[in-house]
């Protein structure tokens, strides 16, 4: 290289009063993709290389990463589903849901597809006649569960008992890392349980009641206004112990609200958006 000629040319941009020597390496330079002060290098017409005035080289950006970086941020904020955007966040770890508020809604499908909301079971204001209102057992469930499978026959007794007087129970079913899903249809054909099943494949609406370290077994119980008035963290104690007074209590007010005045149920609408009758008038279907 030290005995490598050095050529002396002038910038083919530049005028005729203006042109200044630049020094341009040999051909073999043009190899190089920058020189030392990260300006892109020209090749010029003899084969030489000009360091006139280039745009830096900017790094290239992976489009669909960020695309898709967006899209998971979208729907873990619940964003792209209406049904969740208005959702309450999560508890932190080691907290617990506040008793007499709203209780969080989940939209889930049970195994037959059949699709299932709280928001339909148990919600404020007057009754519908096509979703009657109703105190729901939410109790949370995965077939790894061992204090959730010895405590089955026990959520099945006390079906028993409250069912008849409007208790409407609701089992969510997680799903196992590896066949989940087979291993819990295997679960239910050997077990004929006497209410709905629901799952939660993702553990979605299981964060909103128990945080973002879902930890088994756990209950709520739910008024017919869709208030949560008693919880249960762990498998210390029976259901009847401690759910029975407050299933009571909450089935009383269940039955005074049915049968005291004004609980009539909000009848559907028999009138289209014109105001004339409809030739048949059919109740709500509930969104898929």
Sequence with gaps: MKNMPTTLTLHPRASASTRHPVIAEPRRCAEA???DRGVRAKATTNGHLSTGVQRPMRPRRGRCAWITACIAVLIGSGTLDPALSTAKPAPKKGTQLELNVAAPDFRLRALDGAMVKLSDLAYPGRERSYAP???VFLDFFRTDCKPCLEAMPELVALNN???PRGLKVVLVAL???QDGRGK?????ATQKLPFVVV?????????RYLGEVVTLPASFLIDREGLLKQ???GAMGTYE?????DITATLEAHAAATSGPGSKPEPASTTNTAGTPNKTAKPARLAP
Excluded: I, R, T, W
């Design 33 to 35: 993709a920058c020189n």
């Design 133 to 135: 209102k109703s105190p």
């Design 161 to 163: 008992k409250y069912a």
């Design 175 to 177: 799903l196992e890392d």
């Design 184 to 188: 819990l249809e295997q679960y239910l």
């Design 199 to 207: 799952v939660d494949g993702n553990q979605m609406f299981a964060k």
């Design 231 to 233: 919880s249960k963290y």
């Design 241 to 245: 112990e401690h759910f029975g007074a």
